[in-house]
């Protein structure tokens, strides 16, 4: 199936400890966020990456740390967690760099950091 | 703020009645895109409406753009149950889109 697909769907672990959340996309697509989503709903994009290349760096702590090998995926590393970062993180993709596309997002990975 | 605000916070209804929702922004924008997010999902997309349109169909869906008030609509006709799920709308310009905390929209069978 083509999709946007992240795992895990459901993240619990230690304040200080270090996680990753991966995701792939098989539409093609150039460019890849990541969003988190807090306990309001608000969603807030934190990277965007177009062809590998880091175009958005939202304002977010250092210990969070994309890594794109290649076009089709954009993994995120999280470390030394802290309670605030409990939230579901969602992959998204689009055809382009500029928002003029529909985006595709990913089912979410629930975060819980306790 | 230069998120896109959605109103009703919530919104209950009987099935087979109209929903409309209701979206401002304050920026500049090329285009405006509505979603829907059903419990425990990823956001969908629905209907991307550019800036230089005022009207958009796409089956029991309407939106509606008007620049100079800066908001824009969402109407569903005919209510499902199905169509229970939250509705995000997202004001985009050239670099990001802005996103809100959504509609929740409840459908009473």
């Known amino acids: 199936d083509t999709a946007v697909s992240q795992t895990p769907k459901y993240l619990v672990t230690q304040m200080g400890n270090d996680k990753s959340i991966k995701c792939e996309q098989n539409?093609?697509?150039?460019?890849m966020y990541w969003y988190k989503q807090d306990s309001k709903k608000f969603l807030k994009i934190m990277f965007s990456?177009?062809?590998?290349?880091?175009?958005i760096n939202e304002t977010v702590p250092n210990r969070f740390s994309p890594k794109s090998p290649d076009k089709a995926h954009l993994n995120l590393h999280i470390n030394s967690l802290e309670l605030g970062d409990s939230a579901v993180y969602f992959c998204?993709?689009?055809?382009?760099?500029?928002?003029?596309?529909?985006?595709?997002f990913g089912n979410g990975t629930r975060l819980t950091v306790t | 703020s230069q998120q896109g605000e959605e109103d009703p916070q919530a919104l209950s209804i009987q099935e087979g009645e109209n929903a409309t929702m209701n979206c401002s922004y304050k920026t500049s924008i090329n285009n405006l895109q509505w979603y829907r997010q059903n419990s425990g999902r990823g956001l969908v997309h629905l209907i991307l409406?550019?800036?230089n349109e005022r009207e958009k169909h796409s089956g029991r869906l309407r939106v509606t753009l008007d620049t100079s008030k800066k908001s824009s609509s969402l109407l569903i006709t005919a209510s499902r149950a199905a169509d229970t799920a939250s509705y995000f709308c997202?004001?985009?310009?050239?670099?990001?889109?802005?996103w809100g905390a959504g509609t929740k929209l409840i459908i009473k069978p």
């Open positions: 539409l093609g697509h150039d460019t």
């Open positions: 997202a004001p985009g310009s050239n670099y990001q889109l802005i």
């Open positions: 990456y177009n062809n590998k290349e880091l175009i």
């Open positions: 409406i550019r800036s």
């Open positions: 998204a993709s689009s055809q382009a760099r500029v928002h003029n596309s529909p985006l595709h």
